[in-house]
């Protein structure tokens, strides 16, 4: 197989951005299109040129020309169709969640495993430099012991009227399965799944539609993370910040597609020779197509190393200095390049019999696992 041929099922918002990212990739070709919704279908033929446009999947499945298909409906058929697909032979690319329930995920693991197909989930959030460097740090130890972070997550709800499926519970499953699942996994990725989790729901006053939740996960190492997600806002002002802290640093993840990270960390001549030179090379290779700078700034410094204390511990130093990498281009692009990113790597993974993608069910049912926690359930 030369070129990986995808389709995408479910030609909604999401799939303009998907559409876009695959539109710029030399291992995936986009060939068909599929979506109940007749508009939809004209549209995506207008704007793509593709023909092959099918208003069913049970249409779609037999072309024997699509090797992967891309599950882009609302989350509550992600396991429907996605079991079709994989009984009829496709490898599968699931938009997020996946599935409602971490049971049904393990089904479709048990059934992309015993036919031999290869499936991923789109946490876009993984495939971006930044959460690459954090990830990094906390592997090498590089500032001690991750014991803290805290998600703000002030989200757009202007495209989202009272009709939208998002606030159906048994359509998107919630705040914590629809959206929190990319945050958790994250989480998950560094620390791995917390010891418990609990969450508080909160209804707008007015509707009574759950607009905001907050929670909170402790972790085996002792870390404790906040998660807060409100969708309240106006998309030109929203905002959204990802803190961790770790015993020598405080790091930060700013926009929901971050292009910036800073990090205050209290430093030696070695530890910032690795974070300018090493840990900078490694991450402006980590997503083709963005490039990443750094700048830094001496916040305090002394003349010779000292010996500080701090959970009891001792640690030298010989300068504060804040880091502020930032990627080169707008967070569209880095969007865009996360999806592509994330696509081509089940490509890889398709064509390459052994090679297992960076992202898998498991992920998605560990941070299914988690949200569940938070919904206690
Ligand atoms: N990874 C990300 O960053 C990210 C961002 C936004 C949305 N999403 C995910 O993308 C998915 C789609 O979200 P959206 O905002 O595009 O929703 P949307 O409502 O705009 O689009 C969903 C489309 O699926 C179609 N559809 C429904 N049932 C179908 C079926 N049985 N067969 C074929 N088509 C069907 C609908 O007609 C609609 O056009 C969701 O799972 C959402 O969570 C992911």
């Known amino acids: 197989?030369?070129?990986?041929?995808?389709?995408?099922?479910?030609?909604?918002?999401?799939?303009?951005?998907?559409?876009?990212a695959i539109k710029e990739s030399r291992k995936v070709r986009l060939i068909a299109g599929c979506d109940i919704n007749l508009e939809r279908l004209e549209k995506f033929k207008e704007e793509t040129g593709i023909e092959k446009a099918y208003d069913n999947i049970e249409k779609l499945l037999p072309d024997s020309d699509i090797d992967l298909?891309?599950?882009?409906?609302?989350?509550?058929?992600?396991?429907?169709?996605g079991q079709l697909a994989l009984k009829s032979g496709k490898h599968v690319f699931f938009e997020k969640p996946g599935a409602l329930t971490p049971h049904h995920i393990t089904k479709l693991i048990e059934l992309s495993e015993s036919n031999n197909l290869k499936t991923s989930i789109d946490f876009v959030m993984r495939k971006?430099?930044?959460?690459?460097?954090?990830?990094?740090?906390?592997?090498?130890?590089?500032?001690?012991?991750?014991?803290?972070?805290?998600?703000?997550?002030?989200?757009?709800?202007?495209?989202l009227p009272p009709e939208h499926w998002f606030w159906d519970y048994e359509k998107s499953g919630g705040i914590w399965i629809e959206h929190g699942v990319h945050f958790f996994d994250i989480a998950n990725w560094l620390m791995g799944i917390p010891k418990k989790a609990y969450g508080e729901k909160i209804p707008r006053e007015t509707s009574g539609i759950i607009d905001r939740v907050l929670g909170t996960a402790y972790h085996n190492n002792?870390?404790?993370?906040?998660?807060?997600?409100?969708?309240?806002?106006?998309?030109?002002?929203?905002?959204?910040?990802?803190s961790f802290v770790f015993e020598k640093a405080y790091a930060k993840t700013e926009g929901w597609i971050p292009i910036k990270l800073t990090i205050d960390a209290m430093v030696t001549p070695d530890i910032e020779k690795f974070l300018m030179e090493d840990l900078l090379i490694k991450a402006r290779s980590y997503l083709p197509s963005v490039d990443l700078i750094l700048e830094t700034e001496l916040l305090n410094n002394w003349s010779q190393e000292k010996t500080f204390m701090g959970r009891g511990k001792k640690y030298r130093a010989t300068a504060i200095t804040k880091f502020t990498y930032k990627l080169t281009k707008d967070r569209w692009e880095v969007y865009k390049a996360c999806v592509r990113q994330g696509i081509e790597d089940l490509a890889a993974a398709i064509k390459n019999e052994k090679y297992m993608p960076d992202v898998t069910l498991y992920d998605a049912k560990k941070a299914l696992d988690v949200a569940l926690m938070m919904e206690r359930r």
């Open 69 to 81: 298909v891309i599950v882009a409906t609302l989350p509550s058929n992600h396991y429907d169709i």
């Open 128 to 159: 971006n430099p930044l959460y690459f460097i954090l990830k990094e740090i906390h592997d090498l130890n590089i500032f001690g012991l991750l014991e803290r972070a805290a998600l703000e997550n002030y989200a757009h709800d202007d495209s």
């Open 1 to 20: 197989m030369k070129n990986c041929n995808a389709a995408i099922v479910g030609l909604g918002g999401f799939a303009k951005l998907i559409s876009a």
């Open 222 to 242: 002792g870390a404790v993370i906040s998660y807060y997600h409100g969708f309240t806002k106006p998309e030109a002002f929203e905002k959204t910040s990802f």
